[in-house]
C-alpha cells in the first residue's frame, strides 16, 4: 500500500530552527508538495520537491532525497505565525496525491 | 470574489437527508477535486474533474456524487447522510500545467447526527 509518514506533532521555540521529516513509500514518484495549514483553514502551498536536493523560499526550505523516499521541511527564524500543521504529500504514477496526515507545530515563545 | 468559494462554511444535518455542498473558482482551473479531512487522517480524495464534463472517484466515493456542468461550479452531494460523513469538506482547483499546486476553498464543516 502507499503511506506518507509524519511525526503528529513537533514543539518548537520562537527564532530556532525546525526540521519536520516525511517518509513515504508510493506507486511511482511524480512530487513531493508541503502544504501549511492553520487550525480551522485551509491548506496553502509551500513548496514543491521533484529533483533532488534543497529548494529554498524565504525562510522555508524543502529537501528530497527520491532514493530514500524521504523530505523534509526546514523552518528557520520561527515566527509565532508558525504554529500551524504541516501536511506532506506525494504525487503518485497515478499522479493521484497521497496525503500524510499532518505534523502539528507548536511555537513556544 | 477571488479563489474557491465553498458553502456553507458550517451545517448541521439529520441523518437520511440529503445534502449539496458548494463549490465555485473563479481561476478558470480545468481540474477541480473534493477532499474530506478526519482528525488523525491525511486529506483523502472523494471524487475529482479533470475538466468540464467528466467526473472520477477518488480514494473514498461511496455515498457521495458530484457534476460538473462548466469549469467553475463543482457541487458534491450526499444523497442519504449518515454519521460517518461528519467531516471537513474541502474543495479544490489546480491548473493543468507545471506542478499542478492545489488551491484550497475554507471548507465546509458538516455534522451529521
Known amino acids: 500500500g502507499q503511506n506518507i509518514d509524519q511525526p503528529t506533532e513537533m514543539t518548537a521555540t520562537e527564532g530556532a530552527i525546525v526540521q519536520i521529516n516525511c517518509t513515504y513509500q508510493?506507486?511511482?514518484?511524480?512530487?513531493l508538495f508541503w502544504y501549511q495549514q492553520h487550525a480551522g483553514e485551509a491548506p496553502t502551498f509551500l513548496s514543491y520537491?521533484?529533483l533532488d536536493g534543497l529548494e529554498e523560499k524565504g525562510r522555508f526550505s524543502s529537501f528530497l532525497s527520491r532514493s530514500k523516499g524521504y523530505s523534509y521541511l526546514l523552518l528557520k527564524e520561527l515566527q509565532m505565525k508558525d504554529s500551524a500543521s504541516y501536511l506532506c504529500?506525494?504525487?503518485?504514477?497515478?499522479?493521484?496525491?497521497?496525503w500524510g496526515a499532518g505534523t502539528k507545530l507548536i511555537i513556544k515563545p | 470574489m477571488a479563489g474557491i468559494t465553498q458553502a456553507p462554511t458550517s451545517q448541521i444535518l439529520a441523518a437520511g437527508r440529503r445534502m449539496t455542498l458548494r463549490c465555485t473558482q473563479d481561476?478558470?482551473?480545468?481540474?477541480m477535486y473534493w477532499y474530506r479531512q478526519d482528525l488523525g487522517l491525511g486529506l483523502r480524495l472523494i471524487h475529482y474533474?479533470?475538466?468540464?464534463?467528466?467526473?472520477g472517484k477518488g480514494e473514498v466515493p461511496d455515498g457521495y456524487s458530484v457534476s460538473r456542468a462548466n469549469t467553475d461550479d463543482f457541487p458534491l452531494t450526499l444523497a442519504s447522510a449518515v454519521p460517518s460523513q461528519t467531516s471537513v469538506y474541502f474543495c479544490?482547483?489546480?491548473?493543468?500545467?507545471?506542478?499542478?499546486?492545489?488551491?484550497f476553498g475554507a471548507g465546509s464543516r458538516l455534522t451529521v447526527l
Open positions: 508510493t506507486s511511482g514518484f511524480n512530487g
Open positions: 504529500a506525494v504525487r503518485d504514477s497515478n499522479y493521484q496525491l497521497i
Open positions: 474533474s479533470n475538466t468540464a464534463g467528466t467526473t
Open positions: 520537491n521533484v
Open positions: 481561476m478558470r482551473h480545468n481540474a
Open positions: 479544490a482547483s489546480s491548473d493543468s500545467g507545471g506542478a499542478n499546486v492545489l488551491t
